[in-house]
Nanobody, 124 residues
Framework: QVQVVESGGGLVQAGGSLRLSCAAS????????MGWFRQAPGKEREFVAA????????VYVDSVKGRFTISSDNAKNTVYLQMISLKPDDTAVYYC?????????????????WGQGTRVTVFS
């Protein structure tokens, strides 16, 4: 099994920045990619960004391109999501997950282990 723990959420004014961290432990060698998803109140969970553990091929949902950057640190088994120019629409609980499929995939169905989430609230 793989354990996933997110951190770094908080309350931030529109236009501000946050960096989320996702630490994986356990059988991390079975994971090929890590992804970030988010779920806003009353909405379905949506894909945000993902990256292969090698650091290759970062992918983003269109709404965050140019504002969010995903990166990985293999030595620390940690993936980061740097978020700038935050908007109220970015308000959500952000979840990190691991996938055994490289790519990385953007469908939640391809992710195996999930964290408990970290809340991001952006106010105007």
């Amino acid at each position: 099994q793989v354990q996933v723990v997110e951190s770094g959420g908080g309350l931030v004014q529109a236009g501000g920045s946050l960096r989320l961290s996702c630490a994986a432990s356990g059988r991390t060698f079975s994971s090929a990619a890590m992804g970030w998803f988010r779920q806003a109140p009353g909405k379905e969970r949506e894909f945000v960004a993902a990256i292969n553990w090698s650091g290759s091929n970062p992918v983003y949902v269109d709404s965050v391109k140019g504002r969010f950057t995903i990166s990985s640190d293999n030595a620390k088994n940690t993936v980061y999501l740097q978020m700038i120019s935050l908007k109220p629409d970015d308000t959500a609980v952000y979840y990190c997950a691991t996938s055994r499929r490289p790519g990385p995939p953007s469908s939640a169905l391809d992710y195996d282990y999930w964290g408990q989430g970290t809340r991001v609230t952006v106010f105007s």
